[in-house]
């Protein structure tokens, strides 16, 4: 199976930025430009993350439009006493159908690891949330030249258990760690190899079909720039973008990188 069969995702992660009169606004630029061309999204879904605060807001407002709503982070229990935390059945009770597991920020600043990352991913499923894992290596990995080894380990403890069915749910994000939000980004031919590796661990522990199937997006200062020299790779199914989606015309641009 080749690259073109499987789905195209071409992602916005808000972060901790924007607060509801900006997210309106950025919502309505996006809104504005699709509903005059929505060719550009062909073959493609986009999805958003907004801060979690906004997620009804993002879905009121992107009813009527292609632009899917996804939550940032969940917690792995169902409910509780768990002060701050939101669960996966929270965020499809608001509408929001993907979520973002594992993301470095979340492992760096607030110490989850690929263990933990794999409660969510279950927890997730469990209430039909698409989880879209993140795994990559630090600037330190990179030089050590462990890259493959710490992408290999956090896919394979991250989907740890999960069944041949649940795999064919899952998205894969492969961000390092040192091109995020740094104007750093690995080589088009560097992320290739790493999304291959992915494909080749989703090959070993499951089955030749799934790893072909699954879409691996690639993340770290993606901008209008680039975007197109990751997306021509074969094994780049989309990427995860975070400070470019922040404006509707750089974010335009990368949806449009086809076009
Ligand atoms: P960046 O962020 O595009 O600003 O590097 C990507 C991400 O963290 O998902």
Redesign the pocket.
């Known amino acids: 199976m080749s690259k073109p069969s499987r789905t195209i995702y071409i992602t916005g992660?808000w972060k901790m930025n924007l607060l509801g009169d900006e997210v309106s606004v950025l919502i309505s630029e996006l809104k504005e430009s699709l509903d005059k061309s929505p060719d550009i999204l062909d073959n493609k879904i986009c999805i958003i993350f907004p801060p979690q605060p906004y997620i009804a807001l993002a879905i009121e407002e992107t009813r009527d439009c292609p632009i899917i709503v996804g939550g940032q982070n969940i917690f792995f229990e169902s409910g509780g006493p768990f002060t701050g935390e939101v669960s996966p059945k929270m965020l499809t009770d608001l509408g929001a159908r993907y979520v973002l597991i594992g993301?470095s920020?979340r492992r760096t600043h607030f110490g989850e690891d690929s263990e933990l990352s794999n409660l969510k991913v279950k927890a997730a499923l469990a209430e039909s949330l698409v989880p879209i894992l993140c795994c990559g290596e630090t600037l330190e990995e990179r030089e050590r030249k462990v890259t493959e080894m710490v992408a290999v380990d956090q896919i394979e403890t991250a989907c740890t258990g999960l069944s041949p069915e649940e795999i064919s749910k899952i998205i894969i994000a492969y961000?390092p760690i040192w091109?995020?939000?740094?104007g750093k980004t690995v080589t088009p031919d560097d992320a290739n190899h790493v999304h291959k590796l992915i494909r080749k661990v989703l090959r070993r522990n499951w089955s030749e079909k799934l790893a072909e199937g699954c879409s691996v997006l690639y993340?770290?200062?993606?901008t209008p720039d680039n975007i197109k020299d990751f997306m021509k790779m074969d094994e780049i199914d989309g990427v995860?973008?975070?400070?470019?989606s922040l404006d509707s015309k750089s974010f335009l641009k990368i949806i449009a990188y086809d076009r």
């Open positions: 992660n993301h920020e961000e091109a995020i939000g740094s993340g770290g200062s993606v995860l973008v975070g400070g470019a």
